[in-house]
């Protein structure tokens, strides 16, 4: 088989620490007669193209060799109708969804996927996440992302605020973009709080930071993922959200791994569910990471690129039925 020449390309624009983080373990991909070029716009002498950020496939210039990957759960703005930002997803041959709700999405914007070649998977967390030796001398709650309005980092700080376990007893760890100020307000206030600012602490400093949390909290209000949430699965540790993107589907079988909140005073009812079950928790760590299987996003990324492949090739790609097993 002759070398085939895969562009996987995303300008950074307001989400640098997904999509350059995504092109960084794209180029990392050693697969025999596929060669990966990464770029901010499509390299014209590609023999297929991955386009990260949706909009940005209609700038492939070949759209029968082009895949458009959806991150997110968004709607408004008529985006997928024509002349919408990403109506050129109608024309594209590849997809990668990565939330089941987004079939609905496409599909009341009249978007055939019939003739389509489509993966469906989380994305998942990177393989070096796992669970650590040694429980946290402390309870250690935790939040991770970046402070964005649908993030609702708000809500996270008055969850802590609301909590009647002494101060002495737990510790608060922020981790993440624009997190700084929260951080410092929960200071303030006297908790025990540490800071990791994402321009000071990438995604290989993660793994290590994971394992110094008892549970991570996610209120966002919408969420295709998110990938915090397989991270922290990823690492053994149970997770306290919203009904937002995985955490209503994934089946957490006997391990209690996830409970899904509404409100602040919910977050805060549940903290303390989870301080009262640390030790067993921590017991269930293994069992907790294997709810993940072999959703990583270095075999996301393999996928991906066997997709893009396919439109090439024509090699048959492996249905997305017989990959994609967390018993939604």
Known sequence: MQECIINVYATSGTSP??????????????????????????DHSADAW????????????DIAKTVACIHDLYEHDDMYNPGGVRAIVKKVKGLVLCHPYQKKILQQAGISLAHKIILERPIGALSNFSPGNVMPQKFTIAWVGRNHWRKRI???????????????????????KGIEENGKLLQSLGFDCEIYPKDKYPIATYPDLYRKMHCLIITSSTEAGPLTLFES???????ISTKVGWAPIIDIQETEAITLVDTPQEISMAIQQLYTKMQANFYNRHKI???????TLESWVRDVT????????EIEVIPLERKFDLRF
């Open 154 to 176: 708000n809500w996270f700080v008055e969850a802590i605020q609301k909590l009647t376990l002494p101060k002495n007893q737990f510790k608060i760890l922020l981790l993440g």
């Open 50 to 61: 991955i386009a990260i950020r949706t909009a940005e496939a209609a700038l492939s210039p």
């Open 233 to 239: 699965l990823a690492s053994g540790n149970p997770v």
């Open 306 to 313: 066997e997709l893009a492949t396919s439109l090439v090739t």
């Open 17 to 42: 620490w997904l999509f350059d983080d995504l092109k960084t373990h794209f180029k990392k991909l050693n697969l025999k007669n596929i060669s990966i070029i990464t770029s901010e716009y499509p």
């Open 289 to 295: 990471s294997k709810l993940m299987g072999s959703f």
